[in-house]
Protein backbone atom coordinates (compact mmCIF):
# COMPACT_ATOMS: atom_id res chain seq x y z
CA UNK A 1 0.00 0.00 0.00
CA UNK A 2 3.05 2.24 1.21
CA UNK A 3 4.62 1.88 -2.49
CA UNK A 4 1.21 1.95 -4.63
CA UNK A 5 0.68 5.75 -3.02
CA UNK A 6 4.60 6.78 -2.93
CA UNK A 7 4.25 5.46 -7.09
CA UNK A 8 1.18 7.76 -7.22
CA UNK A 9 3.07 10.80 -5.69
CA UNK A 10 5.62 10.35 -8.41
CA UNK A 11 3.48 10.39 -11.03
CA UNK A 12 1.22 13.36 -9.94
CA UNK A 13 4.91 15.38 -9.19
CA UNK A 14 5.82 14.23 -13.16
CA UNK A 15 2.44 15.47 -14.36
CA UNK A 16 3.05 18.80 -12.57
CA UNK A 17 6.62 19.40 -13.93
CA UNK A 18 5.25 18.51 -17.79
CA UNK A 19 1.99 20.64 -17.23
CA UNK A 20 4.71 23.84 -16.19
CA UNK A 21 6.83 23.35 -19.30
CA UNK A 22 3.60 23.80 -21.26
CA UNK A 23 2.73 26.43 -19.42
CA UNK A 24 6.03 28.26 -19.39
CA UNK A 25 6.01 27.56 -23.08
CA UNK A 26 2.98 29.05 -23.60
CA UNK A 27 4.33 32.31 -22.09
CA UNK A 28 6.95 32.43 -24.26
CA UNK A 29 4.63 32.05 -27.21
CA UNK A 30 2.29 35.11 -25.86
CA UNK A 31 5.99 37.05 -25.60
CA UNK A 32 6.98 36.06 -29.11
CA UNK A 33 4.00 37.08 -30.30
CA UNK A 34 4.35 40.70 -28.68
CA UNK A 35 7.56 41.15 -29.12
CA UNK A 36 9.11 38.85 -31.82
CA UNK A 37 12.37 38.51 -30.51
CA UNK A 38 15.20 36.41 -32.13
CA UNK A 39 15.97 34.55 -28.85
CA UNK A 40 12.17 33.76 -27.97
CA UNK A 41 12.43 32.41 -32.06
CA UNK A 42 15.35 30.27 -31.30
CA UNK A 43 13.75 28.87 -27.99
CA UNK A 44 10.84 27.81 -29.36
CA UNK A 45 13.10 25.99 -32.81
CA UNK A 46 14.84 24.35 -29.94
CA UNK A 47 11.24 23.37 -28.49
CA UNK A 48 10.25 21.79 -31.50
CA UNK A 49 12.90 20.68 -33.25
CA UNK A 50 12.23 16.97 -32.69
CA UNK A 51 9.45 17.16 -35.18
CA UNK A 52 11.78 18.53 -37.80
CA UNK A 53 13.86 15.52 -37.49
CA UNK A 54 11.24 12.93 -36.93
CA UNK A 55 9.86 14.59 -40.42
CA UNK A 56 13.32 14.37 -41.76
CA UNK A 57 13.81 10.51 -40.57
CA UNK A 58 10.36 9.78 -42.44
CA UNK A 59 11.39 11.16 -45.73
CA UNK A 60 15.12 10.19 -45.59
CA UNK A 61 14.45 5.96 -45.10
CA UNK A 62 12.43 6.23 -48.81
CA UNK A 63 15.71 8.49 -50.27
CA UNK A 64 18.89 6.95 -52.02
CA UNK A 65 21.61 6.70 -50.27
CA UNK A 66 23.33 10.10 -51.76
CA UNK A 67 21.03 12.21 -50.17
CA UNK A 68 22.18 13.47 -46.75
CA UNK A 69 19.34 13.28 -43.38
CA UNK A 70 21.74 17.01 -42.49
CA UNK A 71 20.30 18.44 -45.30
CA UNK A 72 16.49 17.78 -45.14
CA UNK A 73 16.67 19.00 -41.56
CA UNK A 74 18.55 22.20 -42.15
CA UNK A 75 15.45 22.68 -44.83
CA UNK A 76 13.29 21.44 -42.02
CA UNK A 77 14.18 24.10 -39.94
CA UNK A 78 13.65 26.51 -42.29
CA UNK A 79 9.94 25.52 -42.42
CA UNK A 80 9.72 25.12 -38.82
CA UNK A 81 10.23 28.89 -38.28
CA UNK A 82 8.09 29.57 -40.98
CA UNK A 83 5.55 28.14 -38.62
CA UNK A 84 6.46 30.11 -35.69
CA UNK A 85 6.13 33.43 -37.48
CA UNK A 86 2.66 32.21 -38.70
CA UNK A 87 1.36 30.56 -36.03
CA UNK A 88 -1.68 31.96 -34.22
CA UNK A 89 -2.52 30.98 -30.78
CA UNK A 90 -6.05 31.98 -30.69
CA UNK A 91 -7.02 29.55 -33.40
CA UNK A 92 -6.81 26.78 -30.26
CA UNK A 93 -4.95 24.10 -32.42
CA UNK A 94 -1.77 22.06 -31.08
CA UNK A 95 1.63 23.56 -32.65
CA UNK A 96 2.71 20.21 -33.42
CA UNK A 97 0.05 19.38 -35.99
CA UNK A 98 -0.08 22.97 -37.43
CA UNK A 99 3.78 22.76 -37.99
CA UNK A 100 4.28 19.38 -39.37
CA UNK A 101 2.89 19.91 -42.82
CA UNK A 102 4.60 23.07 -43.63
CA UNK A 103 7.53 21.35 -41.96
CA UNK A 104 7.42 18.69 -44.61
CA UNK A 105 6.46 21.05 -47.71
CA UNK A 106 10.21 22.96 -46.89
CA UNK A 107 11.91 19.34 -47.15
CA UNK A 108 10.42 18.70 -50.04
CA UNK A 109 10.82 21.80 -52.04
CA UNK A 110 14.64 21.49 -51.09
CA UNK A 111 14.45 17.49 -52.47
CA UNK A 112 12.86 19.26 -55.89
CA UNK A 113 15.37 21.84 -56.17
CA UNK A 114 18.20 19.11 -55.38
CA UNK A 115 16.85 16.97 -58.57
CA UNK A 116 17.46 18.19 -61.89
CA UNK A 117 14.99 16.44 -63.72
CA UNK A 118 11.82 18.63 -63.69
CA UNK A 119 8.66 17.04 -61.36
CA UNK A 120 6.43 17.03 -64.76
CA UNK A 121 9.73 14.48 -66.75
CA UNK A 122 9.12 12.43 -63.38
CA UNK A 123 5.63 12.02 -63.75
CA UNK A 124 5.47 11.08 -66.88
CA UNK A 125 8.26 8.73 -66.47
CA UNK A 126 6.25 7.21 -63.66
CA UNK A 127 3.14 7.04 -65.92
CA UNK A 128 4.95 5.18 -68.49
CA UNK A 129 6.73 2.61 -66.45
CA UNK A 130 2.98 2.01 -64.88
CA UNK A 131 1.71 1.38 -68.31
CA UNK A 132 4.65 -0.29 -69.49
CA UNK A 133 4.15 -3.30 -66.08
CA UNK A 134 -0.32 -3.29 -66.83
CA UNK A 135 1.31 -4.42 -70.37
CA UNK A 136 3.54 -7.05 -69.66
CA UNK A 137 1.02 -8.44 -67.30
CA UNK A 138 -1.63 -8.50 -70.06
CA UNK A 139 0.49 -9.62 -72.45
CA UNK A 140 2.63 -11.67 -70.54
CA UNK A 141 5.75 -10.28 -72.35
CA UNK A 142 7.22 -7.35 -72.73
CA UNK A 143 5.31 -4.20 -74.42
CA UNK A 144 6.44 -2.47 -78.06
CA UNK A 145 6.67 1.23 -78.17
CA UNK A 146 3.62 1.15 -80.42
CA UNK A 147 1.77 -0.83 -78.16
CA UNK A 148 2.91 1.40 -75.28
CA UNK A 149 2.23 4.64 -77.56
CA UNK A 150 -1.36 3.51 -78.23
CA UNK A 151 -2.17 2.25 -74.52
CA UNK A 152 -0.71 6.32 -73.52
CA UNK A 153 -2.79 7.61 -76.08
CA UNK A 154 0.28 9.75 -78.04
CA UNK A 155 2.03 9.71 -81.00
CA UNK A 156 5.28 7.98 -82.03
CA UNK A 157 7.01 10.88 -82.29
CA UNK A 158 5.94 11.92 -78.81
CA UNK A 159 6.09 8.61 -77.34
CA UNK A 160 10.21 8.68 -78.53
CA UNK A 161 10.65 12.15 -76.52
CA UNK A 162 8.93 10.64 -73.45
CA UNK A 163 11.42 7.65 -73.65
CA UNK A 164 14.23 9.75 -73.93
CA UNK A 165 13.17 11.67 -70.33
CA UNK A 166 12.51 8.36 -69.08
CA UNK A 167 16.06 6.99 -69.26
CA UNK A 168 17.37 10.55 -67.96
CA UNK A 169 15.21 9.90 -64.84
CA UNK A 170 17.18 6.27 -64.01
CA UNK A 171 20.54 7.95 -64.34
CA UNK A 172 22.42 7.70 -60.81
CA UNK A 173 25.31 9.05 -58.66
CA UNK A 174 28.39 7.25 -59.36
CA UNK A 175 29.51 7.93 -55.65
CA UNK A 176 25.95 6.32 -54.68
CA UNK A 177 26.55 2.91 -52.24
CA UNK A 178 26.27 0.13 -53.61
CA UNK A 179 26.62 -2.21 -50.65
CA UNK A 180 27.76 -2.00 -46.96
CA UNK A 181 31.14 -3.51 -46.36
CA UNK A 182 32.94 -4.55 -42.32
CA UNK A 183 35.57 -2.16 -43.66
CA UNK A 184 35.87 1.94 -43.18
CA UNK A 185 34.96 2.20 -46.83
CA UNK A 186 31.61 1.25 -48.47
CA UNK A 187 31.41 0.07 -52.16
CA UNK A 188 30.01 2.84 -54.49
CA UNK A 189 28.63 2.40 -57.75
CA UNK A 190 31.46 3.41 -59.51
CA UNK A 191 33.62 0.73 -57.81
CA UNK A 192 31.11 -2.22 -59.88
CA UNK A 193 31.06 -0.36 -63.27
CA UNK A 194 32.15 -2.40 -65.65
CA UNK A 195 34.32 -0.58 -67.75
CA UNK A 196 33.66 -1.38 -71.39
CA UNK A 197 37.18 0.40 -72.86
CA UNK A 198 39.04 -1.64 -70.48
CA UNK A 199 41.20 -3.96 -72.45
CA UNK A 200 41.55 -8.04 -71.39
CA UNK A 201 45.37 -8.17 -70.26
CA UNK A 202 45.50 -11.90 -71.49
CA UNK A 203 43.39 -11.29 -74.54
CA UNK A 204 46.21 -8.29 -75.33
CA UNK A 205 48.57 -10.51 -75.03
CA UNK A 206 47.22 -13.80 -77.32
CA UNK A 207 46.54 -10.78 -79.90
CA UNK A 208 50.02 -9.95 -80.06
CA UNK A 209 51.70 -13.55 -79.99
CA UNK A 210 49.39 -14.32 -82.99
CA UNK A 211 50.72 -11.11 -85.11
CA UNK A 212 53.96 -11.61 -84.20
CA UNK A 213 53.62 -15.34 -85.47
CA UNK A 214 51.77 -14.33 -88.61
CA UNK A 215 53.84 -11.75 -88.90
CA UNK A 216 57.07 -14.09 -88.93
CA UNK A 217 59.11 -14.43 -92.44
CA UNK A 218 57.05 -11.35 -94.30
CA UNK A 219 58.47 -8.63 -95.50
CA UNK A 220 57.83 -5.14 -94.70
CA UNK A 221 55.71 -4.13 -97.65
CA UNK A 222 53.93 -7.82 -96.80
CA UNK A 223 53.54 -7.14 -93.07
CA UNK A 224 52.10 -3.04 -93.58
CA UNK A 225 49.53 -4.94 -96.27
CA UNK A 226 47.84 -7.65 -93.52
CA UNK A 227 48.15 -4.46 -90.96
CA UNK A 228 46.52 -1.93 -93.24
CA UNK A 229 44.07 -4.57 -94.15
CA UNK A 230 42.92 -5.85 -91.02
CA UNK A 231 43.80 -3.31 -88.86
CA UNK A 232 43.19 -0.48 -89.95
CA UNK A 233 40.50 -1.79 -92.43
CA UNK A 234 41.67 -0.09 -95.69
CA UNK A 235 40.49 -0.81 -99.03
CA UNK A 236 43.43 -2.65 -101.35
CA UNK A 237 43.18 0.39 -103.29
CA UNK A 238 43.89 2.52 -100.43
CA UNK A 239 46.93 0.29 -99.76
CA UNK A 240 47.80 0.36 -102.92
CA UNK A 241 47.76 4.59 -102.87
CA UNK A 242 50.01 3.98 -99.55
CA UNK A 243 52.63 1.61 -100.91
CA UNK A 244 52.49 3.10 -104.10
CA UNK A 245 51.10 0.18 -105.68
CA UNK A 246 48.40 -0.85 -108.11
CA UNK A 247 45.27 -2.01 -106.53
CA UNK A 248 45.80 -6.20 -108.36
CA UNK A 249 49.60 -6.24 -106.94
CA UNK A 250 48.31 -5.55 -103.12
CA UNK A 251 45.59 -8.03 -104.09
CA UNK A 252 47.58 -10.73 -105.98
CA UNK A 253 50.38 -9.95 -102.97
CA UNK A 254 47.40 -10.16 -100.01
CA UNK A 255 46.43 -13.70 -101.51
CA UNK A 256 50.13 -15.18 -102.10
CA UNK A 257 50.28 -14.18 -98.03
CA UNK A 258 47.18 -15.85 -97.29
CA UNK A 259 48.19 -19.33 -98.85
CA UNK A 260 51.65 -19.12 -96.86
CA UNK A 261 49.92 -18.46 -93.64
CA UNK A 262 47.51 -21.40 -94.11
CA UNK A 263 50.21 -23.80 -94.80
CA UNK A 264 52.51 -22.41 -91.82
CA UNK A 265 49.50 -22.73 -89.44
CA UNK A 266 48.58 -26.04 -90.73
CA UNK A 267 52.11 -27.11 -90.23
CA UNK A 268 52.26 -26.10 -86.73
CA UNK A 269 48.59 -27.39 -85.74
CA UNK A 270 50.43 -30.64 -87.13
CA UNK A 271 53.50 -29.95 -84.55
CA UNK A 272 51.20 -29.68 -81.86
CA UNK A 273 48.97 -32.50 -82.22
CA UNK A 274 52.45 -34.88 -82.07
Known sequence: MVKTTKRRVEVMEKTQKVRKTQDEILKIWQEFKKENTRDLRNFLVEQYLHV????????????????ELDDLVSAGIFGLIDAIEAFDLTRGVKFETYCAPRIRGAILDELRSMDWVPRLVRSRAHKLDQVSKILEAELGRSATDEELAHRMGIDREEFSKLKRDATAVSLVSLSRKWFETD??????????????????????IQKRD????????????????????????????????TLDLSESRVSQMHSSILARLKAQMSHQRKELAV
Open 52 to 67: VKYNAERIFAKLPDEV
Open 183 to 204: SQKDVCEIDVLQDKRGENPLEE
Open 210 to 241: LKSSLTKGLTRAEKLILVLYYYEEMTMKEIGA
